[in-house]
Nanobody, 123 residues
């Protein structure tokens, strides 16, 4: 059973930074596509960034390029999302997701999801 547990969210002022973490059991198994998603109140869920555990290639949504960085530490079984220059529009619940798909992109179906961590950005 894949387990994903997010942490690191919080309330910050615009311009600040946060690093979200996702403790993931997948790193001891076969390769997975790992992703970060977010959902703001009243809006659809949005893919933010993905990375393949078997490599380092990452893909980002246009809306976050240059400010968000996805990374992974396989020794710590952890996926990260570094968020810089936070904006009020970044306010959302952020979710970690995983799937065994070898095609790793923002548009694939993800089978496993964490419970989310809230990010709130004030102006």
């Amino acid at each position: 059973q894949v387990q994903l547990v997010e942490s690191g969210g919080g309330s910050v002022q615009a311009g600040g930074s946060l690093r979200l973490s996702c403790a993931a059991s997948v790193y001891t198994d076969s390769n997975y596509c790992m992703g970060w998603f977010r959902q703001a109140p009243g809006k659809e869920r949005e893919g933010v960034a993905v990375i393949y555990t078997g490599g380092s290639r990452s893909v980002y949504a246009d809306s976050v390029k240059g400010r968000f960085t996805i990374s992974q530490d396989k020794a710590k079984n952890t996926l990260y999302l570094q968020i810089n220059s936070l904006k009020p529009e970044d306010t959302a619940m952020y979710y970690c997701a995983a799937d065994r798909s070898k095609i790793c992109g923002l548009g694939i179906f993800f089978s496993y999801w964490g419970q989310g961590t809230q990010v709130t950005v004030s102006s």
